[in-house]
């Protein structure tokens, strides 16, 4: 037969006043762990934001700048281009006095010899340097293009033509060097008249 203490009963575990403390602040703990990681990921959110527009700006003011870069490159060629334009345009320039000389002398049977050879090396180098001569007997005549010198009347023509080429006209592409000068024959005053008469006579008489 076993005996009891007298006064003991057991009694369930009931967590003592500090280790109620810990739970609460472990509960305390899960709730605002939570928010502080929405916290967190919001910052990050902002940061990438930041980051993103940064590189659109460096991006955008190196597209700027490539493109000065190549307006610029444009820009110093065609310069280039245009300089170099000037300086062939004005030796030629210089050249034609020559030229005009070899032409004359040409015209006169006086390009024989070693002075032959030279003038056609001459000619052949201002030729691909791009040098064009132009100006032929018979063609209108255009003053954009040519310097009229002399001026006449023919019965044979039914606009300003060039009768006679006085002296050569230069063009380096599209641009005149030196106009052709030119002798120009006019129809005489009345001629078109004479002609127009002459046409309504002639279909009156048809009639």
Do not use: W
């Not at 032409?103 to 180098?125: D, I, M, N, P």
């Not at 018979?138 to 310097?147: L, M, R």
């Not at 060039?162 to 001629?191: F, H, K, M, S």
Request: glycine share 6%; proline share 6%; aromatic share 4%.
């Amino acid at each position: 037969m076993s005996e009891e203490t007298p006064g003991f009963e057991e009694k369930p575990d009931v967590p003592s006043g500090d280790a109620a403390e810990a739970a609460e602040a472990a509960e305390s703990t899960e709730d605002t762990a939570a928010p502080a990681g929405d916290v967190a990921d919001t910052a990050l959110l902002a940061q990438l934001d930041q980051t993103r527009t940064a590189l659109s700006e460096r991006t955008a003011d190196l597209q700027r700048l490539q493109a000065e870069y190549q307006n610029y490159r444009r820009r110093v060629e065609r310069d280039r281009v245009t300089v170099k334009e000037i300086a062939v345009a004005s030796l030629l320039t210089e050249l034609l006095p020559v030229l005009d000389d070899i032409g004359r002398a040409r015209e006169h049977g006086e390009v024989v010899g070693g002075f032959k050879s030279v003038a056609e090396s001459l000619e052949t180098v201002v030729a691909k340097m791009g040098l064009q001569q132009f100006g032929k007997e018979g063609e209108p005549f255009d003053p954009t293009i040519h310097e009229a010198l002399m001026h006449s009347y023919a019965p044979d023509v039914t606009e300003t033509t060039c009768v006679a080429i006085l002296q050569p006209g230069y063009r380096i592409g599209e641009r005149t060097v030196r106009p052709a000068r030119v002798a120009v024959a006019e129809p005489q005053p009345g001629a078109q008249a004479k002609a127009e008469e002459s046409d309504d006579s002639s279909e009156k008489d048809s009639e």
